[in-house]
């Protein structure tokens, strides 16, 4: 149980397009789910919270009009990598809690590696 | 401010050589202690939660254990497959939206 999945597991685009990367809770349904970021040999960073009919919670430092989230269902959360440039080239991750406030867990899907040219 | 400190950054053990990870932590109020394996290329594997200094839980070869200040991940006769670094995170109770304090992280290597 708690299988998260992401797609797609890699993308390269060009700089200045944008890329969608979606998030599901496979076998649980998810009120609230996380989007990181993770550099090569670094720890995982949390760049926002995406809550199922609201606004998503951005970290600071996070620009909310270039990683826009989505959390249109219970199971589905995407993040939007909007103009992309060089420097979004990163692994991107997601998680999820089975029934937040009861069972605290987070679990996190394979990543979406993303290299923008 | 929550913040986690893991050590060593990197351990090489033989196979079958024992040895222990370390978290420290600082929170002001602890909601969870999580242990998290993650191989190259992927999302981190879930291991282990403990909720409170004194809790000990094990799982084949991992052992992970909880006091006010700092967490243990026991590794006991590590073959070459528990290989990967090995991510502790805390939750504290001051946040309302469950959000993870991720450590740098352990790579473990464990050589044949």
């Known amino acids: 149980g708690a299988v998260v999945s992401q797609h797609p597991s890699w993308v390269i685009c060009k700089s200045g397009t944008s890329v969608k990367i979606e998030c599901r809770s496979l076998?649980?349904?998810?009120?609230?789910m996380f989007w990181y970021r993770q550099f090569p040999k670094q720890s995982l960073m949390l760049m926002a919270t995406?809550?199922?009919?609201?606004?998503?919670?951005?970290e600071q430092g996070v620009e909310k009009d270039k990683f826009l989230i989505n959390h249109a269902s219970l199971t589905l959360s995407t993040l939007t990598v909007t103009s992309a440039h060089p420097e979004d080239s990163s692994f991107y991750i997601c998680?999820?809690?089975?029934?937040?406030?009861?069972?605290?867990?987070?679990?996190f899907g394979p990543g979406t590696r993303l290299l923008v040219l | 401010e929550d913040q986690v400190t893991q050590s060593p950054e990197a351990l090489r053990l033989q196979e079958g050589e024992s040895s222990s990870l370390n978290c420290s932590y600082t929170?002001?109020?602890?909601?969870?202690l999580f242990w998290y394996r993650q191989d190259p290329g992927k999302g981190p594997e879930f291991l282990f939660t403990?909720?409170?200094a004194g809790e000990e839980k094990e799982k084949e070869r991992l052992k992970a254990t909880l006091t006010k200040k700092e967490s243990f991940l026991h590794i006991t006769a590590p073959k070459p497959e528990d290989s990967a670094t090995y991510l502790c995170?805390?939750?504290?109770?001051?946040?309302?939206?469950?959000?993870?304090?991720f450590g740098k992280g352990t790579l473990l290597t464990v050589n044949p």
């Open positions: 995406s809550n199922e009919g609201s606004k998503a919670t951005y």
């Open positions: 403990l909720y409170s």
């Open positions: 995170a805390l939750q504290g109770s001051g946040g309302s939206n469950y959000k993870l304090t």
């Open positions: 998680s999820a809690n089975p029934l937040a406030g009861i069972q605290e867990t987070q679990y």
């Open positions: 076998d649980f349904q998810a009120t609230t």
């Open positions: 929170v002001s109020g602890l909601r969870g």
